[in-house]
Every structure is written in structure tokens, then in C-alpha cells.
């Protein structure tokens, strides 16, 4: 088909219509519109960014943890700067001239057309007579922040803190802007998105003496900021504070969870420290102090300290023993010393009373059958085979796991493979007798606190867990993230549980956890001591109440406190009863356990 | 017939004015966006006004050479330069530097270089090479074909690295094919997609249908002029969904009336197919099936705006299109771009007297939004000097590429018309408001030596072909 109209006219009337097209656009905007006109001699427009309160956080029964109080930040766009009376202004900020100097510097390095922070959270006097003045000092303007405050000095490793963002995180993150404030930690990490809101942006136009002259345009191309949502935590304020009294003078971890739905009721990382030292000025001071302080408080050992767990880890040999028909309910073993060492108890005729008096021997005999299943008749690939199945079912428990819980910063601990051992001893290099302390909760393995109390939570609900997590309510939306709806389940029979369970409840009736004993309420426990190289053993303990459809599952450890039963049993206890009870009817124990030694 | 030319004499000096003029210009307005009263000189290479006369100094050497190597050269080498080009794609996306979230940069030392620039330069000359092909038709399937394919491939990696921006200059091909032989109709059903795309996403589906229907029904009447058959047809349609609706509410099946809209369409369309094909009603059959591919076109664009297409660029099309807004976040860039322009007024604020721009209220605007410093410095007079300026030097280009003897020139001589055109259209009108905003920079003007080289190369290839085009014919 020939074209009537030649093809390059086409072309060549397109770009002139369009080009056309685009300066009667401009026509409108530069010259008939009037909106973006402001007299451009002296005016300039100013960006007050409007922060939106952040969200507020409450505990799992609406109690408030965390709100907000309003802040002053006195801003500088070093380029508005004009004819700055500098020793005055000194004066009201209480800052020396070479201070100013380094603070203008610093803003100018940052932009001389940007906002900068100059001096960050006046007091309210100092706030007072600044805005008298602030006309005279052109280029700086105060913008309204607010700050986080805390009703009690708890869980501070849960909530974390809020911080200044850096300039890694003005470059990756384009929301933020130099100044701002983010979440750097906990659930202020985790929730970010949700607790902050967002930015709005007010534009004044602002006249050479830093007055401003009204809005821009009317206000039709502000935003409003958007406040942050409101968060309801699992947590149970004041289970959360009695742990933390209990933990007193100790180093060590509480996680309590409730079994059916994996809601974290107490998460306790001793020692601790008061939040209020990471709000707003002293921030920074007071962190690089509590970072360099030797008993590490702001390390969260409730989710990255890795630990032997000790014979609790009976617990978890007993089920796949079990499970893989390796031994039977009415297996007895001898207390023979010769294997490893133990305490004197009566002999273990069967797995309960194994369980009820923690027999080292028996479990050595235990682990020896789940690795060494004959499978092949040499030993070192024998082994191979026992510890990769092993291995694979203990993991099943979450141990050794990431949790995907709502908490930055989870440690992994090490639940021992094929991989591990060949890299440790070499192929072929190692065997049952090399490895057999993992039997008793030894040797290789390592665990967090998080993972014990998960685990204890498997027992309870008998073979399930769903993933521990934090957050209870997300204001104005009806559901939680969907991967903690989600139920994971342990290749393990339910009537095993049964038999671990009643053991556990003999632990606690006539076993080694005596202390535990809580009147009407039936506790079915474990003790642990780990054996520590390093000093003296560390006290653990693990238990869940009551018996029928438990509603709490618990882990403590204590750093070298000794026997499980004498430190972490009693805290257990006492935490089991106030949670629920919402009592405690053993003041002398509370009293015991928090003056320790 | 073989004579050799001499290039300084026979070069089309007035398109080199031009592009010096634009230069400079851009260069201006780059120390005008980022002046800074500390580094007031213009030659201070620690920032980017200095540093962008280095590049405008190695872009003059770049010409320079590009004129004294033979003009055989370019088409001799031109799938080479094509496969080279290709290679540098690959390996950009391995070893490349990301910046902004695009891994598209080579670093080397303090410069930076990319790769997409140049491939359009590069494209352009393969694309040319096969048009140029002796006894080639343009408008056969096959030809497209292996032209798409030319373009998928650096299509394919740009956008693999995360520069979707820079992938979109190849739909601006679409000129060179229709100058070498494509019907207007290509043009025209491309424009219509394009309005339908808009109405799609600003409109709700269901008026969008009924709008395309009632044009259906209206087209059929006015062709036919048959008053009946028409009254009929209507009645057909209206009646099923009457009936279909009933259903729905009897049963409670609670389906949306689109649906019921669209069952109904297809339902009286078997009617209406048995009818035109009796009746041997050829534009029946020609209405019934735009009517459907039109439908069929609202359905994925849906989908592709709902599923393809990322987040960021979802809010971009809708800030565009009014849908929605949100002056902090995707809008950000565009309000500020108005504002630094609308404050420029008639006459402008004046050199360096920019507040917006320099106050870096405005992002990227040394590279992308370069034109909000021209239009707040140099007012209305300002923009629309350079935009008369550009098409001057687009309608120039077109009469070159219009006197070239042999397609391959031709040919790309077109294709650097359609590059430089698509930029120039989009850059500047994402900073009015009337493009999405797609990162693609102002030629001549936007801060980068990629850029400014990749252009030269473009322009001054075309200039050499150009020079030559009397010596013989290809």
C-alpha cells in the first residue's frame, strides 16, 4: 500500500506536534499557572519533614510498655545561614564556639542545601528560649520529634531500641533521610515498617530572616504523615518483670512460651539493663558503656548464647530412642560408672525411672543403640549412618534451627552432622566412641535457650510447635504473619510423649526437681547440669504446666549456678505459678532465688 | 565509481553546531544545578561540572577519531561491533558495580561506564546492516523477526540488569521499520494500544468494556446502515444479559457484573457469528474480532500491570496517570521537577539563581531531571529554546538520513533519529508530568560521560556516513 503522505513528513510532524505539545505544558506551568510562582528574589521554600508518632507497644493483656514524649531538634541548612550572631546563639545552646564550629562542619560535609541535625533534643527550658530568638538566626528552625519512653525498666532485649539512621542506611534505604530515626534492634527492628508510619512533608515559604510566610501553594503538595500502628506483644508485662527480679545477680536466660500457640509469654536475658539508657541523647554514650562492660548486657543470651544443654537432652534421646525401636518403655540399663560418670540413685529398671533420676550410664547405652544400628559391620560407616539420621530427627525438634521468630539476631547453636565430624576428626576418623557425650546433652551439641523452651513446648502439645514469636495483635488488621499459624509437626508418637510426660511428672514429684513441686497444679520437668570446662556447672531446667493441655512451657538456664534443681527448677516454678495463678504463694523461695548465694 | 571525499569539508557542519551548542549548554546547566559557593570555579574537576568537561573533551576526541576512520568501516564491522557490545552486556551483569539497585556500571579507577549506552549505537548498526541486505523486504514476518531478535537480546540483558529504563529506547525502532516499509497501520494500531492501555488503568474495567462495545454496536450500524438488524443485534446482547443477570441473582452464584457483561458477549456472539456469516458480512466479522482482541488486551494489561510490572514502576504509571498520588513517595521527583520548573516563570530566575534545583529539592538533577534547571534558571524562554533547538536537530537528522544513496546509512540514520527523539520525549517529559518517570537521560545535557560518549558515537558515526554518502553506493 503506498502512502499518500510521504513517510519522512510523518515522522517529522509527530516530533513537531509533540514538541508542540510540550511547550504549551510548559506555557501553562511557567506562565499561566501560578501555583509554583513565590517571589523568587529572597523567598525560599522550607521542608519540614512531620514525623509521625511512632506506634505504641503493649503487652499481651493491653498494658502499655512503650510510648512516646515529644522532642526538640534544633535543625541548620547551612546555606540559609545569614549574618549569625554565633556567640548568642552558643549561649542559649549551652554549647562552646569550637563545639558549633564541628556541629556547622559536620552539616555542611552532609549538604549545604539538605537539613541538617544540629543539636538534637533540647530540653524543654532550652526549647523555651531558643523559639524567642530562633528569628534572628536564619538557616535553623526546630523540628518536633519524640522519643521513646518506657513505663517499666523491662525487657529491654524484646523491645530494643531506636536509633539515628546511618549513612549506610540513608543509601540503601531511600525513606530515611540523615537524622531520622529507625529501629535498630528488637521488636522496633522487626516491626519497623509497622510501628514508624509515614513521612509527611509540610512547605513553607521563608523569608530572609527565617520567618516563615505561609504554606506553599495552599498546602496542596504537603502530605500528611500517616501514624505508625500499634503493636500488642505476646509478652506478659509482668511475667516478663518477675523473671528479670528472679534472674537478679545471675547470668542467664528465661524463655517461657505458650505451647499451643507458640505466643512467647517471658523472654529474659540476664544480666539486662534499663531501655531508658538507649533513648535520645545518651544514647550513644551509654551504649558504647554497656557494650564495653565485661557481664555483656546488651548480649541477648535467651536467642545467641549457645549452651550444653545437659540432660534435658535426655528428653530428646528417650523420644527418638523410641521412635526408632531402639529401645522399649521397659529397657533397663545398669548405672555402670565405667561408661561415664553419675550421681547414686536406685538402678534404672525402665525409661521412666532412667528419666525420673537422669542416669548418665543408661543414656550412654541410649545413644549407643541410636547410632550404632549394625546397618554396616564397619564401625566408622556405621556411625556415619546412625549420626545422619540422628541428626536429621533431633533437628525436627528446632534444635539446632533458626526459629523464624520476630527477634533480629538468632544464633543457630550446632546440632552435630556427617559434615561436622568429617571436618572435625576427618573421614572415617571417628565413631560412637568419639562422640558419645552427645547422649547426655554434651560434647557437640549446643543449644539456645529460645530452642529449649521450643522444645519443651513440642512435649507439651506432644509432637507440634509452632514457630515462637512476638507479636500477639498488629492494631487495625486482623492476622499475625501467616508463618506462625503454621503448625510443625515432629515424626514422633503420640504415646511416647505420653511416657516422656510421665516421667517428666515424676522428675518434679519424686525426682530431681523437688523444688519445682507447685501445690495443685501437676509440673512435668526435666533437670540438667552442663558440664562446664570452664568453671562450674550450669544450673538447667525445663518444664511445662499443667500436665493436661499446658499452658506455659519453660526453659531457664543459669550460668555456673550448679545443680539444675537447686537454681533453675525453684525459677521455673516460681514463674509457672505466677503465670498461672497470678500469684506467688512461696515468698521464702522467690526470696531464696532472687538473694542467691 | 569510487572517489574518496574529504571529511572535514563534505561533514554537515550545521548538525556539529548544533550538537556543540547543546553541549555546552548542557554543561552550563550541570554547574548551575550543582554550583556550590565553594567550588565557584567551572573548571574545578573535584566536582561535576569539571569533571563533565573532561568527558566533553574526550567525547570531541571520540568525534574526531570517529571521522577519520573510513566510513567502509561501520558497515564492514557492524555485527562485530554489534556481538562486542553483547559480550560487554554479559559481563557487566557478572563483574559490574551495582549502583541503585542496577548492576550496570563498569568500574574503572574513578570512571564509570556503561555498557547499555553504547549498545544502542551498536543495535543500530546491525539493525541497519540486515535492512541493508540486498533484496530484503521489510514488510515480511521474517525480517521482523530477526530485527526483534537483533533488539531482544540487549533488550533482554539490560533489563536483566535492572535498567528497565535504558530497555525501552528499543521500542523507538519502531519509526525505522515503518520509514523502511512498515504500514501507517502499525503506527496507528500502536497509538490506539497505547490509548487503550491508559484507559484501561485510569478507568474502571467495566466502563472501558461497555465504551468498547457501544463502539462495536455503532460501527456495525453505521456500515450496515440497517436499522434493523441493528435494533436486533442490540436487543440480543441486552436481553442476555437481562437473563444472565436474573440468574445470577436466583441461584445467589454472587458473581460481578463484569463477568456477566463478558458471558454475555460471548453468548450472543455465537449469534451473532451464525448472522454475519449467512449473510456473508464481511466488516461483521472485522468489528467482532477487534472487539475481541480489544477485550482480550484489557485483560492483560491487567494482568501485566498487576503482575509484571514491579511496585516502583506500578506507582510511577499511576502517579502519571492520576490514579494515584502521593507527593512524598513515587510522585516525589515529579512535584519537585514542577515546582523548580512553573517557579522559572516566563523569563526565568537567572544563571545560578536557581533555589529548587539547588537546594537539592529535586533528585538526580544533574543526570535525570537536568531540564528542571534550565526551565527554573532560563524560564519559559529557556525550555523552549532547547526543545526547539532539538527538533531542529531531529528535523535536520531526518533530512540527512533522507539524502543518503545507500539503506544502510539510511537506515541508520533513522535509527539515531529515533533514539535521540525517545530520550528527548521522555526525559523531558517525565520532569513536566506528561512521561512516566523512566531513568533515561537528556542527550548532550544530563551529567555522565557514558551518556555524552554513547551519544557522540551515535550522532558522529551518522555524520561520517553521512560525509560520505556520495562515494558509492551500498
Excluded at chain 1, 544464633?411 to 557425650?437: C, H, L, M, Q
Excluded at chain 1, 557437640?444 to 515462637?468: D, R, W
Excluded at chain 2, 537536568?370 to 532539538?390: A, D, K, M, Q, S
Aim: proline letters at 3%.
Amino acid at each position: 500500500m503506498k502512502s499518500f503522505i510521504e513517510k519522512k513528513i510523518v515522522i517529522g510532524a509527530i516530533i513537531v506536534l509533540i514538541a508542540f505539545i510540550y511547550i504549551l505544558r510548559l506555557f501553562y506551568l511557567q506562565v499561566i499557572d501560578t501555583k509554583y510562582k513565590y517571589s523568587a528574589d529572597n523567598n525560599v521554600l522550607r521542608y519540614e519533614t512531620q514525623y509521625p508518632a511512632r506506634g505504641l507497644i503493649y503487652d499481651r493483656y493491653g498494658e502499655l510498655m512503650v510510648f512516646n514524649e515529644a522532642a526538640y531538634d534544633l535543625m541548620v541548612i547551612p546555606r540559609q545561614i545569614n549574618n549569625l550572631d554565633t556567640l548568642d546563639l552558643c549561649n542559649v545552646l549551652k554549647i562552646s564556639i569550637q563545639d558549633f564550629r564541628e556541629k556547622l562542619y559536620k552539616a555542611k560535609v552532609y549538604s549545604r542545601y539538605k537539613p541538617s541535625l544540629f543539636v538534637k533534643q533540647l530540653s524543654n527550658e532550652d526549647y523555651a528560649i531558643l523559639q524567642e530568638k530562633l528569628h534572628k538566626y536564619s538557616g535553623f528552625f526546630v523540628q518536633t520529634r519524640t522519643l521513646r519512653a518506657y513505663l517499666q525498666k523491662t525487657a529491654a532485649h524484646v523491645l530494643g531500641y531506636v536509633g539515628e539512621v546511618d549513612d549506610k542506611i540513608v543509601s540503601e534505604k531511600p525513606y530515611y533521610k540523615s537524622g531520622d530515626y529507625i529501629g535498630i534492634s528488637g521488636i522496633e527492628k522487626s516491626y519497623e515498617e509497622i510501628l514508624r508510619g509515614q513521612k509527611g512533608v509540610k512547605i513553607f515559604m521563608v523569608d530572609v530572616h527565617n520567618r516563615i510566610k505561609g504554606s506553599f501553594a495552599n498546602g496542596e503538595l504537603d502530605t500528611i504523615p500517616i501514624v505508625g500502628k500499634n503493636i500488642h506483644l505476646t509478652i506478659s508485662a509482668k511475667l516478663q518483670l518477675l523473671g528479670e527480679k528472679l534472674m537478679n545477680k545471675k547470668t542467664g536466660s528465661i524463655v517461657a512460651i505458650e505451647p499451643s500457640t507458640g505466643e512467647i509469654l517471658a523472654l529474659v536475658s540476664s544480666p539486662s539493663y534499663d531501655p531508658n539508657l538507649l533513648v535520645g541523647r545518651v544514647r550513644s554514650e551509654n551504649y558504647s558503656k554497656l557494650n564495653k562492660d565485661s557481664i555483656k548486657p546488651l548480649f541477648n543470651r535467651a536467642l545467641m548464647a549457645k549452651y550444653p544443654p545437659g540432660s534435658i537432652f535426655k528428653i530428646v534421646e528417650s523420644l527418638i530412642g523410641l521412635e526408632y525401636g531402639v529401645i522399649n518403655p521397659n529397657t533397663g540399663f545398669a548405672c555402670n560408672k565405667s561408661l561415664v560418670n553419675c550421681h547414686n540413685h536406685p538402678t534404672a529398671t525402665n525409661l521412666t525411672m532412667a528419666i525420673q533420676h537422669s542416669c548418665n550410664p543408661y543414656y550412654f547405652m541410649v545413644y549407643n543403640r541410636i547410632i550404632q544400628q549394625g546397618v554396616s559391620t564397619n564401625r566408622f560407616k556405621d556411625s556415619e549412618i546412625g549420626v545422619a539420621r540422628w541428626s536429621k530427627s533431633v533437628k525436627e525438634f528446632g534444635l539446632g534451627q533458626l526459629l523464624d521468630i520476630d527477634l533480629p539476631g538468632m544464633k543457630k547453636g550446632r546440632i552435630p552432622d556427617v559434615d561436622f565430624y568429617n571436618r572435625w576428626y576427618g573421614e572415617g576418623r571417628w565413631a560412637f566412641s568419639t562422640i558419645y557425650s552427645n547422649g547426655i546433652g554434651q560434647g557437640e551439641v549446643e543449644i539456645v535457650p529460645l530452642q529449649m523452651a521450643n522444645f519443651t513446648s513440642v512435649i507439651a502439645n506432644k509432637g507440634y510447635y509452632y514457630t515462637p514469636h512476638l507479636i500477639k495483635k498488629i492494631e487495625n488488621t486482623d492476622t499475625i504473619p501467616s508463618k506462625y499459624l503454621k503448625k510443625n509437626k515432629v515424626n514422633v508418637k503420640p504415646e511416647y510423649f505420653d511416657l516422656v510426660t510421665n516421667a517428666m511428672e515424676l522428675v518434679v514429684e519424686a525426682g530431681t526437681a523437688r523444688r519445682a513441686k507447685i501445690k495443685d497444679i501437676p509440673v512435668c520437668g526435666k533437670t540438667g547440669t552442663a558440664e562446664n570446662p570452664q568453671g562450674e556447672d550450669h544450673s538447667v531446667f525445663i518444664a511445662f504446666a499443667p500436665r493436661e493441655n499446658p499452658k506455659i512451657a519453660i526453659a531457664v538456664y543459669v550460668e555456673n549456678a550448679g545443680f539444675g534443681g537447686t537454681w533453675a527448677a525453684p525459677i521455673a516454678s516460681l514463674m509457672i505459678e505466677q503465670y498461672l495463678t497470678d500469684s506467688i504463694s512461696r515468698p521464702d523461695l522467690e526470696k531464696y532465688v532472687i538473694d542467691y548465694k | 565509481m569510487q572517489r574518496k571525499v574529504n571529511v572535514w569539508t563534505s561533514i554537515d557542519w550545521l548538525t556539529v553546531t548544533i550538537y556543540l551548542i547543546l553541549v555546552i549548554a548542557g554543561w552550563l546547566n550541570i554547574y548551575a544545578a550543582v554550583f556550590d559557593e565553594e567550588h565557584k570555579s567551572i573548571l574545578d574537576i573535584s566536582q561535576s561540572y569539571g569533571k563533565q568537561l573532561i568527558w566533553i573533551f574526550a567525547a570531541f576526541a571520540i568525534a574526531i577519531i570517529i571521522l577519520i576512520i573510513d566510513s567502509e568501516f561501520y558497515s564492514f564491522f557492524a555485527y562485530v561491533v554489534y556481538g562486542l557490545l553483547i559480550l560487554l552486556l554479559i559481563s557487566v551483569l557478572t563483574m559490574g558495580k551495582e549502583v541503585n539497585g542496577a548492576r550496570s556500571w563498569f568500574e574503572i579507577g574513578s570512571l564509570r561506564l556503561q555498557p547499555a549506552e553504547f549498545t544502542k549505537f551498536a543495535t543500530n548498526l546491525a539493525v541497519a546492516k540486515y535492512l541493508s541486505t540486498f533484496h530484503l523486504k521489510t514488510y515480511r514476518i521474517r525480517t521482523l523477526i530477526v530485527v526483534g531478535i537483533l533488539m531482544i537480546v540487549p533488550v533482554g540483558l539490560i533489563i536483566l540488569q535492572n535498567d528497565t529504563g535504558s530497555a525501552l529506547v528499543y521500542a523507538a525502532f519502531i519509526f525505522v521499520l515503518y520509514r523502511e516499509g512498515l504500514s501507517v497501520g502499525v503506527l496507528i494500531v500502536g497509538f490506539l494500544l497505547a490509548v487503550l492501555f491508559v484507559l484501561t488503568l485510569i478507568a474502571s474495567k467495566i466502563s472501558v468494556l461497555i465504551g468498547l462495545l457501544i463502539l462495536g454496536f455503532l460501527l456495525f450500524g453505521i456500515f450496515r446502515q440497517r436499522l434493523r438488524e441493528f435494533i436486533v443485534a442490540i436487543s440480543i446482547y441486552v436481553g442476555l444479559t437481562i437473563v444472565l443477570w436474573i440468574l445470577n441473582e436466583i441461584f445467589n452464584y454472587k458473581t460481578s457484573m463484569y463477568n456477566i457483561y463478558v458471558a454475555s458477549i460471548v453468548l450472543s456472539s455465537i449469534v451473532y457469528i451464525v448472522h454475519i456469516y449467512k449473510k456473508k458480512i464481511a466488516i461483521g466479522f472485522w468489528i467482532l474480532g477487534t472487539l475481541f482482541i480489544s477485550i482480550g488486551f484489557t485483560f492483560s494489561v491487567d494482568y501485566f500491570f498487576n503482575n509484571v510490572l514491579e511496585q516502583h514502576q506500578q506507582e510511577r504509571i499511576s502517579e502519571l496517570l492520576g490514579v494515584q498520588s502521593d507527593p512524598l513517595g513515587a510522585g516525589y521527583n515529579v512535584n519537585q521537577s514542577k515546582i523548580a520548573i512553573g517557579s522559572g516563570g516566563f523569563f526565568g530566575k537567572g544563571f545560578l539563581q536557581g533555589t529548587q534545583t539547588k537546594y537539592n529539592f529535586v533528585p538526580e538533577q544533574s543526570t535525570d531531571f537536568i531540564f528542571c534547571t534550565v526551565g527554573e534558571e532560563w524560564g519559559f524562554l529557556g525550555t523552549t529554546f532547547v526543545i526547539i533547538l532539538f527538533v531542529f536537530f531531529l528535523l535536520r537528522l531526518i533530512m540527512l538520513a533522507e539524502r543518503q544513496r545507500s539503506t544502510f546509512s539510511r537506515v541508520y540514520g533513522y535509527g539515531v533519529v529515533a533514539i535521540f527523539f525517545f530520550h528527548i520525549v521522555i526525559n523531558i517529559g517525565m520532569t513536566i508530568g506528561l512521561a512516566p518517570v523512566i531513568g533515561i537521560p537528556l542527550p548532550f545535557f544530563s551529567y555522565g560521560g557514558s551518556s555524552l560518549w554513547a551519544f557522540t558515537f551515535l550522532l558522529f558515526i551518522f555524520l561520517r556516513l553521512d560525509a560520505s554518502r556520495l562515494e558509492l553506493l551500498r
